[in-house]
């Protein structure tokens, strides 16, 4: 028995080295020629103006610091500083140069200008493939088992659909791949020039993500193993690792901007914010509603599981469990051979992460993208499990010959299901999940099908302004950058309280908001189907003389029009954690205000705190437009959304109106609202 189970778990190998590069440089060549193709098709996800921000931000505080002569003017103005921006504490690796390369190509309009991000994040996906390849060509002696490996990347719904727009998870998990593959080739050969090359990647990986560092303790820590087992030359493993260790700090250090003030505590300050984001949102996950902060333990197998291809995790159960007897079966030797040493590493690099997050009850959300780093090790993982298979019967060419054959069947299936679903693959579940995934899990919870569904409306509706608005959790804002100028300048978003001519919803969140589907006095207009299952939807008002008037208008308003505006407080209340204010603009002048402007001064409402004194205690927010017109002699209904950590206990909260880059109402006469806040 105990012969059989080795047999079966621990087959001899290697298979017999067999290259084929022209089949390889083809089926690479394809891949690339289809991202080429496709990479304009997807939508905006909700955190890539977010990212270009962070990019912009960094790279004008590199130009400030390196040569401020090149900033001229009020080129760099709406940029934030980086020491006041949010989010200064991400790695920017990727997005400095990307950000570069949009002002070098002298890119203005956001619709080329997020095409471009989404080519660049493919771009980065490609390289992590192609280093996939090449760390699983390298350990098995195999082209056909690196293409497999590659195969099963590539064939992966949700990664392949996100390799086009995630600039943050895809890139760290490309990177994570790459890094792989240099630790392989330093480790097996140790040298100067590995050295420095794996040094450079992991500190890529370092300033793409804080993570990265997984990749440094990983490397030392086989390193200084094999120096104590004398698989590699004491003196060479010393000088090896101080040539690697220098070139990663280095390296860390010059693409990390933020490090440069204060490299050992904004590090820390970076690990630390990594290990507790800051982020305490709701998750839809089984049909139950959680907090971020509170999920089961199971959250991440569960997601991985039902996201992956079955076959795949078959595969890497199998890899799993042979890796694990061979280590079993040396012992306190752990492995006998490179490969074996490897093997042991990538489900080291699988596992212990998948265990740090739930132990430490690390805030996740957005199914388990903040774990794709993991994905590179899971499949090399699960082609030590093909392999395994087939050496099983590597004395019986027709049953590997049938192997393949069922491994080509399956990569079909997942190719024709991506196909039929283009391009919303980042939707996959597989058979795990059940059906009605829309009140289990979440969904489309970037927004991407978004895209698809405002241009059906703009195909289908030809007024000068078509009134739509979210009712979920989803960033239609957003959506509008990848449409073109004229589709853009057609669609007005508005807030909640109003009455669009359609209302959108792709279920996110719009459970724990209390929304009902469909709206009252609303009929289905357009519903996005993939594999059966609704994930958008879009209703249209029964009576479009109900609809909410919203025009633009072609000039600036004058003081004097803004002067017959006054406001009336009525009323608070409180939804979904937030303070409600409604009130109203009262509008005596003849002729209406516009929602929207065509000369680029749009009204915005603004509110801020005063404290108990008087005194001004933050900023203007002045991130709301009109829901509607202001009619001529007539009134406006408006509501705000105070989130309670800036609310100001005995203090008073203080609405006005700016019309953009000419003026504040409360300048020219108009009194604001204001409101003790109690």
Known sequence: MKNTIKRIFMPRLPVPAISRPALVLLLFAAYFILGLVIHSDYGVSWDEPVSRTNGMVNLKYIVEKVAPSLITGDSAKNIPELHSWQDKDYGVAFEVPVAALELLL????????????????????????????????????????????????????????????????????????????????????????????????????????????????????????????????????????????????????????????????????????????????????????????????????????????????????????????????????????????????????????IAAVIALSSVLYDGWRQMYFVYPAFILIATKGAVTIFGLFKENRKIQNLLWAVLLLCGAYNGYWMWASHPLQNVYFNFLAGSDWKNKFELDYWGLANREALQFILDNDNSPVITISADSQTPLETTLLILNRKDRNRVAILPAEATPSYRLTNYRQSRSMGLTTPPENHTLFYRKQVDGETILSVYKINAPQKAARVTRTDRAYSADEIRGISYRYDGRSVRDGKSIVDFKINHHGLLPISALSDVGKPIHIAWRFLDASGKPVSEWNKQKGLPADIPANGELTVEIAINPKNEIRGGTLQISMEQESAFWAHDIGVQPLEIPWK
């Open 106 to 353: 002298k890119l203005k309009d956001s619709e080329d200008i997020y095409i471009f991000r989404h080519l660049a994040t493919f771009l980065a996906a490609f390289i992590g493939a192609v280093a996939v390849y090449a760390s699983a060509r390298h350990l098995y002696k195999d082209y056909r088992f690196g293409l497999l490996a590659v195969g099963m990347l590539v064939l992966s719904p949700r990664i392949f659909a996100e390799s086009f727009y995630n600039s943050k998870d895809i890139v760290f998990m490309a990177s994570i791949a790459v890094a792989i593959y240099t630790m392989i080739i330093f480790l097996s050969r140790p040298g100067f020039s590995s050295a420095v090359m794996h040094g450079f990647f992991c500190a890529f990986a370092i300033d793409v993500r804080i993570m990265g560092v997984m990749m440094v303790l990983c490397t030392i820590g086989l390193l200084v193993i094999r120096v104590l087992r004398r698989e590699t030359a004491t003196g060479t493993g010393f000088r090896c690792a101080a040539a690697f260790a220098g070139a990663c700090c280095a390296f860390t250090v010059l693409m990390f901007p933020f490090l440069w003030d204060d490299l050992a505590g904004n590090f820390l300050l970076a690990f630390s914010n990594m290990a507790k984001f800051r982020w305490d949102g709701l998750v839809l996950y089984m049909g139950e509603i959680h907090q971020a902060s509170k999920l089961p333990w199971h959250y991440i197998p569960v997601w991985i599981l039902i996201t992956t291809p079955p076959l795949f995790t078959a595969l890497m159960g199998v890899g799993a469990f042979s890796t694990i007897r061979q280590a079993w079966s040396n012992k306190l030797g752990l492995w006998s051979n490179e490969r074996e040493m490897f093997d042991l590493v990538n489900l080291a690099l699988l596992m212990i992460p």
